[in-house]
């Protein structure tokens, strides 16, 4: 096919105001990315759009295995709770059942919308 592109498992993409840090996830637009390096603003960075990380979540919650997740874009952290203004970006890809974990696996569903209370 003469119009495909790329998978769009990674793009290249240039670094927010005050860049990115590898593994870190962050929105650019509207998309939730994970970095692959660190990047200084306004330069090209390589995004995962797509997959399973080991990533940040609220402190306090346990999630069940395919729970919604939402991105605090100003923390850095996944939470089950839809709140105005996050970013539903994935899923847990496993259950996490102890509410002091500070991680959680997170599968990045490659498309994001800003939840709605």
Known sequence: MKN???????????????GVTAGVA???????????????EATSFAAH?????????????TWAQGDVLY??????AFTKT???????????AE?????GDTEGAIRLDGVSTVAEA
């Open 82 to 92: 839809s709140d105005t203004g996050l970013f539903k970006a994935g899923v847990a």
């Open 26 to 40: 962050v929105m650019v637009g509207g998309i939730c990315v994970v970095p692959a390096t660190d990047a200084d």
């Open 49 to 61: 759009t797509m997959g399973v990380f080991t990533l940040d979540k609220k402190a306090g919650e």
């Open 95 to 99: 259950a996490v059942t102890t509410a």
């Open 71 to 76: 991105l605090d874009n100003s923390t850095g």
């Open 4 to 18: 495909f592109i790329s998978p769009g498992l990674v793009l290249t993409l240039s670094a927010i105001t005050g």
